[in-house]
């Protein structure tokens, strides 16, 4: 340490030396005496504790208690080291020694004599057992507290204390590992155990009527304790011989929660730590003590895989060790066993989820991020994860029963079921925290594991760590490098060791096998493990730098295809445009570099065939996934313009001109599915989308038509008609789903002077010219223009002049297409004509005073037979999306009738969209609102479940599926959990029964 | 393999079986059976046995894969029966689709979720069946008329008489199968028996029943008898119902036990009876789901002046009064946990998955909306006169099937309990069964009609 001649007075050179205030501490050490000032060796010592101030605070106190004690030191400087680098650790321990100051025996070093064993008097059986490497025993803690002493409890205390003492000593002078320091830890709680066991004996009556065991849970029964927690336990206990069980039971009752006690109240030596036996069978709300069998009876019929988990770590550590070990054997078999057991994948897989999610959680405001222990990748992740390799492992392999997490994951480690970089690196990330959460600890023996913000108490830390030049940076960078390398932990545990079970390694290394491998698979959710660990094999073969990447890609992606509905689908659609894609420079780069688009891009896969299929085409637009605003909805006006400009720049090509718009239309119906899928727009939004999507593509391949139609016109003159293309049906409402067709009517108006037949010939040709363009084969998902709706249906012209719509509807309509117009919207084309076609239509749909009753007779009837005949042979009614009970057509219905009533005299109500037409009918008093909040929400229902139905299959469907594993994944896609396939359809049958329930009152008005 | 499993496996080899049926229900209440051979029970433990549902009523239409049928090994009972020598067992079982989601058509399943939703709320769920049901001579005959095995009137113990042993053996053979029973006599009708079953938990009552029907079956055809469970087999003598005593427990408290309260009612069980109360015409169709059942709730007051009918007609709660629909019954001093109350609708035939499930929902919904109970009938209901009756606001339950089913459909308690699938369904097949019955002329029109008219 220099403390050079630079600093002119005593407080300078102080604080060069590392104290925080040097006039304090000069005055401090003047208090020690006048020896102290000028000795340099207890300077030296001070100055390489922790915290200096502290420990010089905590020697002046020791010494203003015990004067003799400054020679004492004096004259046995190993021991003062000892004493001082507690010290500076640990103001908790300082007050200890300052209250029993005999106990600085204990401190002694390696070869030092045994300790003064002058703990509270207790008759001289101390002697913290050997000396030097040799891990001491506890076992004469229990001697020393049973002699009979007047306030057991306050002796248990010091005695307790001046043991910790004693490990604390080795621990912060670096002389125990920290396997040994833990150990330590769970051994001394183990004598405190049973010491409280000796008093609560004394204390109880008939306390021989019972053989009472304590089982060590948790990090007790691991032998890898902190400083300060919880211990957990669970009481075993068997009647004495020929002692009644019952009243042994209520015994051992009393004993148990004489234990507890014992350990846990607060006397004037304060308290040990809280005993909890939570863990036992049933919990807070179980008997607190139970037999073996009961315990058995318990595990065999009812327990949990988190409770397997938790026995894991149990074992005997107090009262009756044969019983104990009795306990421990039998529940040992059951443990290994679990993974056999009933809902072990289920179970597995929530619990991994649970850790992926925790260890994901980006760090949060406030304490979380600065949580060693329950904080994202903080030690409960690390020692979670490795217990539940244990569990899926185990049972195969008993190499890799181990009770505590750093042996266990060493096991994991030369099993091959972890790789053996990886668990290096996590067993220092876990030792670091552990040892930062002792340093935390040891401060003021409290409970904690939340690492401070201020500067002195980081500097206490780093330099307990021995970083001494830049304590509070070197231990803020070392603890972010730790706890970065924990947080992919799941990565590295669970997904990566697949890929070296299908890697050609050295056969000298260790690797998982592969029906280790499979196994793995499948308790993550892959349905056919063979074959995902082909697809592995195939991705990350070779030495081409692609099958590097996707070496260190695939391990997250694994993980992310086994959240998605089907992981399988995803690893194989996966695989299917990595193939595609794979030589293609930014593909890779961008999934490795932004995550955020690897990840969505495996619940897409994963979810369904829709994009999986969209992708395959244009495996290019993967670059659309990388942030929400890419997938925001683009603006209708920038699509037309968009296509517009494609539709010019191909001129008389009216085939690739369409081709463009239709590479346009895939690209926004995949950005579309998307964002459904990500959840970013609601079913109401998507249809909107949809449908302008469809007409944005229409103009253009009217364009597209008219420009050809126009090239083959004698002279290239303009074309004699005018045209405009009306949106009728799904189209019209502004409700298509992904599979819709366009339901629409063609009119034209001749110019002034043009020939009538001549005007025809060309309308005609540019409405078949523009259905052929949309239906082309190509890889772009078609287009199919549907005119069926049109007058007089397919035995009518399919282009009509105003003046003919005039006529037919003057003469022939019918209430069923007054209804059908309803849906009538200008979509395409000459919009002056459009708007005049829709003039035209306004006094059909919208008939002054109402439609007459006889039309709502028919109506009804009408839709009556529909639902009689028009479903499929076979279709069960109450599972048809579009035509079945409480589906589209009953809400659509409902709504038309309500329109057809009073449109014309509530302009309100004049739009072609269902929803809108409801609300516009419950504000003006047509609808109660509770009934609108039925239809709604059937109808919403409904179309989600025909959207998510072609998502998922990539064909339309109208029926909610039959087959098991497809209602499944559509319940999926909707947000179901994969067990609830049968809850989405009791959901749709209980909304749908309800909607149907008001359409029979209101549309039918039974 | 879970300890239980590997008992079952065990007890194959012991007892040398040879056959386990595997039993579930349909909706209607019919028991079902899947025979396997002892080799395939391991499959079926971890995987479930594949049948195909299309063939059951109820499971029918919705699916068009397998369904999967997985043992229940809490349920394992050896199968007593001399036809089933040698050796036979059964297992009730839980009807799964292959995802594992639980079938929602399975009845089993709809009352383990309506337990599920009590426990939620802190409570189990006990019952206590009085079964009551008929001895015939000989097997039932198209156009034949039922004739009784004696003539014996309640609580008769007639010298060698064939009910006597019936019901001794009977008895033996329940209880070799592990289900207890409580008391036994011979009831108010010639040839009708009764057979009360220990309190248990609602599901082993249930699968207690089931198992109940068939044994009473077996027996009597083992000494040449017809046992029947039709609710009213007589125009002249009364029918069979199924009194069913219940209470809710908090872990090892009795719920409905309040001390010093009226009758040592709590406020949860005053509760439990006004949603009892409450919602007893929508579950009539369940709870009396026959059309044979209405001449059971309805043909007894009229027909036997004076002595009123056994059935409750009318919903409304008294202390030991037999014409009430709900029954409070008297409170034995310093046995708390005793306190319960007995629903008296309920026929042996009925399905009594579903039914439990449904009283139970109505007596949770009566906690959770603190409904409060009605004032006490004192009087013999049938005795008042309708307007009397009405006066004191006592409704009539549903008077035929027909009736039973138009109330149950407007009830969301009851499809909610019963879920959307078995609503539907039951619905449906009850209305194809009113429709049937309906275009039938009965005997009575040609008595009545053929020589007048």
């Known amino acids: ?1006 | 393999m879970d300890r239980q499993q590997e008992f079952v496996l065990r007890t194959l080899e012991e007892r040398d079986i040879r056959f386990i049926r595997l039993w579930f229900t349909d909706v209607l209440g019919f028991l079902k059976s899947v025979a396997i051979a002892p080799a395939e029970l391991e499959g079926a433990f971890s995987e479930g046995i594949g049948f195909d549902g299309s063939a059951v009523e109820g499971f029918s239409r919705v699916y068009e894969s397998d369904m999967l049928a997985k043992p229940d090994p809490s349920t394992f009972q050896i199968l007593p029966w001399r036809s089933e020598n040698p050796g036979a067992a059964r297992m009730f079982c839980d009807i799964l689709l292959p995802n594992g989601s639980p079938s929602h058509a399975d009845p089993r399943w709809v009352l383990k979720r309506a337990l599920a939703k009590a426990a939620d709320m802190g409570f189990t769920f006990y019952t206590h069946p009085e079964i009551e049901f008929f001895l015939l001579r000989g097997r039932p005959e198209k156009g034949g008329l039922p004739e009784p095995i004696d003539d014996g009137g309640y609580f008769d113990h007639t010298p060698h008489s064939a009910g006597h042993d019936f019901r001794r053996q009977a008895i033996m053979m329940l209880e070799s199968m592990g289900i207890s029973v409580e008391y036994s006599h011979h009831e108010g009708a010639p040839g009708q028996q009764e057979i009360d079953l220990r309190y248990a938990d609602a599901l082993t009552t249930a699968d207690n029943i089931m198992t109940f029907r068939l044994v009473m079956k077996e027996v009597a055809l083992e000494q040449g008898i017809w046992a029947s469970f039709m609710p009213k087999p007589f125009t002249r003598y009364p029918g069979s119902g199924m009194h069913t005593h219940m209470s809710l427990f908090e872990g090892d408290r009795n719920a409905f036990h309040e001390a010093g309260a009226a009758y040592q009612l709590s406020k949860t069980a005053r509760s439990f009876i006004a949603g009892l109360l409450r919602h007893a015409a929508e579950i009539t169709a369940v709870c009396n789901q026959w059309i044979n059942s209405y001449k059971r709730l309805w043909g007894g007051a009229e027909a036997i002046a004076g002595a009123g009918g056994e059935a409750p007609s009318y919903i409304c709660w008294g202390h030991n009064n037999r014409s009430a629909l709900v029954r409070v019954p008297m409170y034995k001093p310093h046995k708390g946990a005793s306190t319960r109350v007995e629903f008296r609708s309920l026929d042996s035939s009925c399905n009594p998955y579903l039914a439990f499930a449904l009283i139970l929902a109505a007596g949770l919904k009566g906690i959770e909306e603190g409904y409060e109970m009605p004032p006490e009938a004192e009087d013999d209901v049938w005795a008042l006169t309708s307007r009397e009756r009405r006066a004191l606001g006592i409704q009539p339950l549903p008077q035929s099937l027909d009736e039973a089913i138009s109330t149950m459909e407007h009830s969301e308690m009851v499809a909610e309990t019963l879920g959307e699938h078995v609503f539907d369904y039951f619905l449906r097949n009850k209305r194809a069964e009113w429709r049937e019955y309906r275009r039938r002329v009965t005997q009575f029109e040609l008595d009545r009609y053929l020589p007048v008219l």
């Open chain 1, 1 to 1006: 340490m220099g403390a050079g001649p630079r600093f002119r007075t005593t407080a300078g050179r102080l604080a060069a030396l590392g104290f925080a205030d040097g006039a304090r501490a000069e005055r401090l050490l003047r208090g020690l005496g006048p020896e102290a000032a000028d000795d340099l060796e207890l300077l030296d010592d001070l100055a390489t504790a922790a915290d200096p101030d502290l420990a010089l605070t905590s020697l002046s106190r020791l010494t203003d208690r015990e004067p003799g004690i400054s020679a004492a030191l004096r004259a046995d400087p190993g021991l003062r080291r000892r004493l001082l680098r507690v010290f500076g650790l640990s103001a908790a321990l300082a007050e200890h020694v300052v209250r029993h100051p005999a106990d600085v025996g204990r401190l002694g070093g390696p070869g030092s004599p045994g300790s003064p064993g002058s703990a509270g008097g207790a008759g001289g059986a101390g002697g913290a057992g050997g000396a030097g490497s040799t891990a001491p025993s506890y076992e004469e803690l229990p001697r020393a507290v049973q002699a009979g002493h007047e306030h057991p409890l306050d002796v248990l205390r010091v005695a307790y204390r001046g043991r910790l003492l004693r490990l604390a000593a080795r621990d912060v002078m670096g002389e125990a590992s920290l396997i040994e320091v833990t150990a330590g830890l769970a051994d001394l709680a183990a004598a405190a155990l049973e010491a409280a066991l000796a008093i609560a004996r004394a204390e109880t009556e008939d306390a021989g009527d019972v053989r009472l065991a304590v089982i060590g849970m948790g990090k007790c029964g691991a032998r890898e304790l902190n400083y300060i927690s919880d211990v957990d336990v669970i009481f075993v206990a068997e009647p004495a011989e020929g002692v009644e069980e019952t009243h042994a039971l209520r015994v051992a009752t009393r004993l148990a929660q004489a234990v507890m006690w014992a350990c846990s109240a607060s006397t004037a030596e304060g308290s040990l730590w809280e005993v909890d036996a939570g863990l036992r069978p049933e919990g807070k709300i179980g008997p607190l003590v139970r037999t073996l069998d009961s315990h058995l009876a318990y595990y065999r019929r009812w327990a949990k895989t988190w409770e397997f988990q938790a026995l894991l770590k149990a074992r005997p550590v107090a009262g009756d060790l044969e019983l104990g070990h009795a306990y421990v054997a039998a529940v040992g078999e059951l443990v290994w066993q679990a993974s056999a057991r009933d809902g072990f994948v289920e179970d597995v897989q929530a619990m991994r989820r649970r850790v992926e999610a925790h260890a994901r959680t980006n760090a949060r405001a406030g304490e979380a991020d600065r949580q060693i222990k329950l904080g994202p990748g903080g030690l409960r992740d690390i020692e979670f994860a490795v217990q539940l390799l244990q569990l899926v492992h185990g049972r195969t392999d008993p190499r890799l029963r181990r009770r505590a997490t750093l042996p266990a994951l060493a096991a994991l480690s030369e099993g091959g079921y972890v790789a053996r970089d990886d668990a290096k690196a996590l067993a220092e990330a876990y030792t670091f925290l552990r040892r930062v959460e002792h340093l935390l600890q040891l401060h003021r023996l409290r409970r904690t594991h939340v690492v401070p913000d201020d500067e002195a108490d980081l500097r206490r830390l780093g330099r307990g760590l021995g970083m001494t030049a830049d304590p509070a940076g070197e231990f803020t960078e070392t603890w972010k490098r730790h706890a970065r390398q924990a947080r992919r932990l799941h990565e590295k545990l669970f997904y990566r060791p697949l890929l070296q079970a299908v890697a050609r390694l050295p056969e000298t290394q260790a690797r998982l096998s592969p029906e280790a491998a499979a196994a793995r698979l499948e308790a993550l959710g892959y349905a056919d493990p063979e074959g995902a660990l082909r697809h592995i094999a195939a991705l990350t073969g070779g030495v081409s730098r692609r099958a590097a990447i996707q070496r260190t890609l695939l391990p997250v992606m694994l993980g992310w295809f086994a959240d998605a509905p089907d992981p399988d689908a995803g690893l194989l659609g996966f695989r299917q445009i990595s193939d595609k894609l794979g030589s293609t420079p930014w593909y890779l780069r961008l999934l490795r570099d932004e995550t955020a688009v690897a990840e969505r891009l495996a619940h897409l896969l994963g979810t369904g065939r829709y994009v999986t299929g969209l992708l395959l085409h244009a495996p290019e637009a993967v670059a659309m996934l990388g942030s929400p605003a890419e997938l925001a909805v683009r603006p209708a006006a920038a699509l037309a313009a968009e296509a517009a400009a494609a539709v010019g720049r191909h001129g008389a090509h009216a085939e690739s001109a369409v081709a463009a718009v239709r590479a346009l239309r895939r690209r926004e119906l995949l950005r579309t599915a998307c964002a459904d899928l990500s959840g970013l727009i609601d079913v109401e939004e998507v249809g909107r989308v949809l449908s302008s999507l469809a007409d944005v593509t229409i103009q253009a391949a009217l364009d597209a038509a008219l420009n050809a139609v126009r090239d083959k016109m004698p002279g290239g003159a303009d074309l004699p008609t005018r045209i405009a293309v009306i949106a009728m049906g799904r189209l019209g409402g502004m409700e298509c789903s992904y599979g819709s067709d366009a339901d629409v009517m063609f009119v034209h108006e001749p110019r002034p002077g043009a020939s009538e037949r001549e005007a025809a010939q060309a309308a005609h040709a540019v409405a078949e010219e523009l259905r052929r363009l949309l239906a082309l084969p190509a890889p772009d998902p078609p287009l199919h223009v549907d005119a069926d709706l049109r007058p007089e249906g397919r035995q009518g012209p399919l282009v009509r002049t105003l003046a003919s719509y005039r006529a037919y509807y003057s003469r022939w309509s019918s209430h069923w297409e007054a209804q059908a117009l309803l849906r009538a919207r200008f979509c395409a084309g000459d919009d002056v004509l459009g708007r005049d076609f829709v003039g035209l239509v306004d006094p059909l749909r919208f008939p002054v005073g109402g439609v007459s009753p006889e039309a709502v007779r028919e109506i009804r009837k009408l839709k009556a037979r529909m639902e009689a005949e028009r479903l499929p042979r076979g279709a069960d009614p109450a599972l048809h999306t579009k035509l079945g009970r409480g589906g589209l057509a009953d809400v659509e219905w409902t709504a038309q009738l309500i329109q057809l009533r009073h449109a014309a005299a509530v302009p309100e109500l004049r739009t072609t969209r269902t929803l809108e037409a409801l609300r516009a009918a419950v504000r003006e008093g047509l609808l109660d609102p509770a009934d609108e909040a039925e239809l709604a929400r059937a109808w919403r229902l409904a179309s989600r479940i025909r959207d998510a139905i072609m998502l998922v299959r990539g064909r339309a469907g109208d029926g909610v599926p039959t087959l098991v594993k497809e209602r499944t994944l559509v319940a999926r896609a909707l947000g179901y959990p994969p067990d609830g396939s049968e809850d989405f359809v009791d959901d749709y049958r209980r909304v749908t029964r309800r909607a149907r329930a008001v359409v029979e009152r209101v549309f039918y008005e039974d």
